[in-house]
């Protein structure tokens, strides 16, 4: 063979090697792109939308018991929804409950404290280890309440309301004392608690002073004689979330049989002057009713 015809033989092998190569890649060296399909596509590009109209109550009897009600996620991709809690302004939220579901829209607990916060979240999972979660709801507060009254006996004969006596008012957060109106603290405190003849089983605060509400004494319980306490006086704790007020002198008729049913309503008596706040100014809670935890006067 002529050294000519030895290369041509040589380069035709060589073409041929490529040509193979090319046709037939080997493993590893190539990809396959398909195109994605509607159903992956819509997922990856779809929002879970946020719960709307987050609302929260407070528990009638007192305490910080709360109650959260929304309105459900509206869309197809949801899977449930989340509630959040956070404690004070500055605190990170923390999952406090996941419903699997959309038809639940409503969620109870009882925090301990009024200061937190609450939001709710939708979310979606499936089985291919996929997560999304919406933005979160409009932000809610329990309104500050009345977490407790005392009726606390101080004088000498337990279930007459005498000199020294006490009613004492604990709130479930700090409040704003100004709000209140001038705390009498010494003098004739004029009507700024009034023992009402008309209705003989409340105590009202409803002057220009002392604007706290209606306390009912109980069923067989009873004030009369003239009905204005004198020289009445009243403090606040360090807090600001507890309020004292000592009765001064007292023209009674009867004893407060049935003191342990009483209750205090805050709501602010007709002609109304103040709007009775707490410290982050919100407006006290005008449903929340909690009975007497303590010795009766």
């Known amino acids: 063979m002529s050294r000519l015809r030895a290369r041509h033989l040589v380069m035709a092998m060589i073409a041929t090697a490529f040509l193979v190569v090319a046709t037939n890649p080997m493993r590893g060296t190539s990809a396959v792109f398909s195109t994605r399909t509607t159903n992956g596509g819509t997922i990856a590009n779809g929002v879970v939308n946020t719960p709307t109209s987050l609302q929260v109550s407070i528990n009638t009897s007192g305490g ?19 509630v ?8 990170a939220f923390l999952k406090v409950a996941e419903f699997a579901n959309l038809t639940t ?10 200061d937190v916060y609450y939001v709710v979240r939708g979310y979606y999972t499936n089985a291919n280890g996929g997560h999304w979660e919406s933005r ?25 309301p005498e000199l020294g006596d006490q009613i004492v008012l604990t709130f479930s957060e700090r409040m704003d004392p100004s709000s209140f109106g001038t705390c009498s603290t010494g003098g004739n405190s004029g009507m700024d608690l009034t023992l009402n003849a008309t209705s ?34 009243c403090s606040w704790n360090t807090a600001e979330t507890v309020l004292t007020i000592t009765l001064g002198a007292v023209l009674n008729g009867g004893l407060v049989l049935a003191a342990h049913t009483a209750t205090y309503r805050p709501d602010i008596p007709t002609p109304a002057t103040l709007t009775v706040r707490s410290f982050l100014q919100q407006d006290l809670d005008t449903t929340a009713q909690p009975t007497v935890i303590k010795v009766l006067f």
């Open 64 to 82: 910080t018991g709360i109650t959260l009600l929304w309105t459900a996620t509206p869309t197809r991709w949801a899977t449930g929804e989340r």
């Open 84 to 91: 959040y809690r956070r404690l004070g302004l500055g605190g």
């Open 105 to 114: 829209t409503t969620y109870s607990e009882d925090p301990g404290t009024s």
């Open 136 to 160: 979160d709801s409009n932000l809610v507060k329990p309104p500050v309440h009345a977490a407790a009254l005392d009726l606390v006996n101080k004088g000498l004969l337990a279930g007459k």
């Open 200 to 233: 003989p089983n409340t105590v009202v605060a409803n002057g220009g002073n002392l604007t706290i509400g209606t306390i009912d004494l109980g069923a067989t319980g009873y004030f009369t004689i003239g009905g204005t306490a004198l020289n009445s006086t």
